[in-house]
């Protein structure tokens, strides 16, 4: 009996019938079924990944091979003069355009993802361990204020940031930015204070420190995970995002990437090669990111709410 | 900072001595505030207090490139929004887009969830791998496949004329256009509801399994009454998630299509831009937000109702 089962668990992939076939019959249909499998999921990541990597491919051919028809995969002349375009301008003057952009970027990201944390992980911790008047209802606040339509905001915003001097600032950004963090940080930053027992600040409290001191010595750095995987989601979300940056920005000193790059397709002919490198470059940090936190994915991207 | 008050007592042998008790002062209560109270702040200052000026907006004609100051017309723009034909259009626009692409990525993304479950070698890299495409901008995303899905040039028709078959106008006919659109949303969050149903299939007890394989329970019984019920919760958030975020809507299609051609993938989102920031009439843009608004926070209920089950369980 107890073969059997093993039998069975084994060749998990082969359908069970009320008279079973003998074993190395059961066992050859299991390890097709096995190989169909294989090769559905891999034709499935192929089509996945192709788009990135024929973007990659586009970002290092010449101009000619670019727009050559029938597309060429795998025979075309390598270059690196679109990622040269990326930051240096044409005429050999300096930085481009695209490379202020990506500065701003990354000051805008950043900034606006330090101020989410510093506001976010006190308030988190908060929801966290006190018993407050109407908690779940302020948390439910919190967070529909991330699923409100980003185009819809942006009408009042465009108005209060004219009337304050925000407009086309960096700064009007990166305050926008915070905010649509602030509910993620503070959603998936409770899941992990909610993981760190109480008992640790009662017990130094009975020590004698007081309740922030226990909350600042000996919760806090029990975080630091916590906060930095919260803190990269945060950073990605404000790297790619382009709603805000597009209607609240207009000159080339305030604008970010995303619309920087965005600009590239204005015209009537589109240099699709400086567009790929300057894809390419623009997502690679992303990808990174990404991977840091590839532990966290789950809990991020449905705000900490679902925990694997 | 605050000053220590009590300075360090001298130790007794073998005893701990006493922390200093520092930031006595800080209360409970008024540590509790002063951790939340700014958080709150921004957010009141950055969504709630615009959301209030749209509501106020949205009852007024103003418009943002006049200066004249806005006039109480009271339900007129709502009037006007719920029974203009071309509002009803944009609608079955967005609602076709929204069943079209959450409804695929739904089965895709569970189906390479479940493909992925199955093997146990290379799990890890398969899905890293496969998140890719989520985890991109949609700026970069609309870009890629927009010279993909060019009609001269593009990999695709390329790709299309060396099978036989003929190119198609993907961007620039009013039916291909909608369905490059949710083909291209398909590609990028695919792998979101894999990841979310990912979760779910591996937290399956592996004991039902084996319980159900003793019974000699087909393969399909035993998707169908130990898999699709427990994953199924998840796969549910996974989905209401999707669809307000499909429904919200906005970069993709500016990027991709502009809304064109004529109005084919013109969603409600698009249209409060083009209302808003072509037409410059603020308020009947408003009075359109302040609608949106409103659906996203019925299906945000459901969400967070799914949410809490979930949790309790």
Same mark, same amino acid.
């Given at each position: 009996m107890a073969l059997h089962i093993d039998e069975t668990v084994a060749a998990e992939a082969g359908a069970a019938h009320r008279?079973?076939? @003998?074993g190395p019959q059961r066992r050859r249909r299991g390890t097709l079924r096995t190989w169909l499998e294989i090769v559905v999921l891999a034709a499935f990541a192929v089509v996945m990944l192709f788009p990135v990597v024929w973007m990659l491919e586009t970002s290092l051919k010449e101009n000619r091979d670019v727009y050559a028809v029938p597309a060429q995969f795998f025979r075309f002349d390598v270059t690196l003069d679109h990622y040269k375009d990326v930051f240096v301008q044409r005429d050999g003057s300096g930085t481009s355009d695209l490379a202020v952009s990506y500065k701003n970027s990354i000051l805008v990201a950043g900034t606006s993802t330090i101020l989410a944390t510093l506001l976010g992980v006190p308030a988190a911790w908060a929801y966290s361990r006190f018993a407050l008047k109407a908690k779940k209802d302020q948390l439910f606040f919190i967070l529909s204020t @991330?699923?409100?339509p980003p185009v819809v905001v942006v009408i009042p915003i465009f108005l209060m940031y004219r009337d304050l001097g925000l407009i086309n600032t960096k700064l009007g950004l990166v305050l926008i930015y915070a905010a649509f963090n602030l509910p993620f940080t503070i959603w998936m930053m409770k899941g992990f204070v909610d993981e760190v027992p109480a008992e640790y600040e009662d017990a130094a409290m009975l020590d004698g420190y007081s309740r922030f001191e226990a909350f600042w010595r000996f919760t806090l750095p029990l975080l630091v995970p916590g906060i930095a995987a919260t803190a990269v989601f945060a950073l990605i979300f404000s790297w790619n995002e382009f709603v805000f940056a597009i209607f609240l920005t207009s000159s080339d000193s305030a604008r970010t990437a995303p619309p920087a790059i965005a600009g590239l397709i204005g015209g009537t002919t589109i240099d699709w090669g400086l567009v790929a490198a300057s894809a390419m470059v623009f997502a690679v940090p992303v990808l990174l990111f990404a991977f840091l936190v590839r532990k966290h994915l789950v809990a991020g991207v449905t705000l900490g709410a679902v925990r694997r | 900072m605050a000053t220590t008050i009590s300075p360090a007592e001298p130790a007794a042998p073998l005893v701990a001595p006493p922390a200093a008790r520092r930031f006595r002062w800080l209360g409970d209560r008024r540590l509790s505030a002063m951790f939340i109270a700014p958080a709150l702040a921004l957010l009141l200052f950055l969504s709630v207090f615009p959301l209030l000026w749209a509501l106020y907006l949205s009852f007024t004609n103003y418009s943002a490139t006049r200066d004249t100051p806005a006039q109480w017309v009271w339900f007129d723009n709502y009037r006007d929004i719920l029974t203009s034909a071309t509002v009803h259009q944009r609608a079955l626009t967005t609602l076709m887009y929204v069943i079209g692409a959450v409804g695929l990525q739904t089965v895709l993304g569970f189906s390479i969830a479940y493909l992925i479950s199955r093997r146990v070698r290379g799990r890890g890299l398969m899905t890293t791998l496969f998140l890719v495409p989520m985890m991109l901008s949609p700026v970069v995303v609309g870009l890629f496949w927009r010279f993909m899905l060019d009609t001269q040039f593009g990999v695709v028709n390329s790709l299309l004329n060396s099978l036989g078959f003929g190119s198609v106008e993907w961007l620039t006919k009013q039916r291909t256009a909608l369905l490059s659109l949710i083909v291209v949303d398909t590609w990028q969050w695919t792998p979101f509801i894999m990841l979310i149903a990912l979760a779910g299939l591996t937290a399956v007890p592996k004991y039902l399994y084996e319980a159900a394989s003793i019974d000699r329970a087909s393969e399909w019984f035993r998707f169908r009454h130990i898999t699709l019920p427990l994953v199924w919760p998840l796969l549910l958030i996974a989905v209401l998630f999707r669809a307000i975020e499909a429904f919200r809507l906005f970069d993709l299609v500016y990027i991709l299509t502009n809304g064109g051609p004529g109005v084919s993938t013109e969603t409600l989102s698009f249209h409060v831009y083009k209302v808003a920031f072509l037409g410059f009439d603020t308020g009947a843009a408003s009075a359109y937000g302040i609608l949106m608004v409103l659906v996203v926070i019925v299906l945000a209920q459901f969400y967070l109702r799914y949410l809490e089950k979930l949790r309790s369980t």
């Open positions: 008279n079973p076939p @003998r @991330r699923f409100m | -």
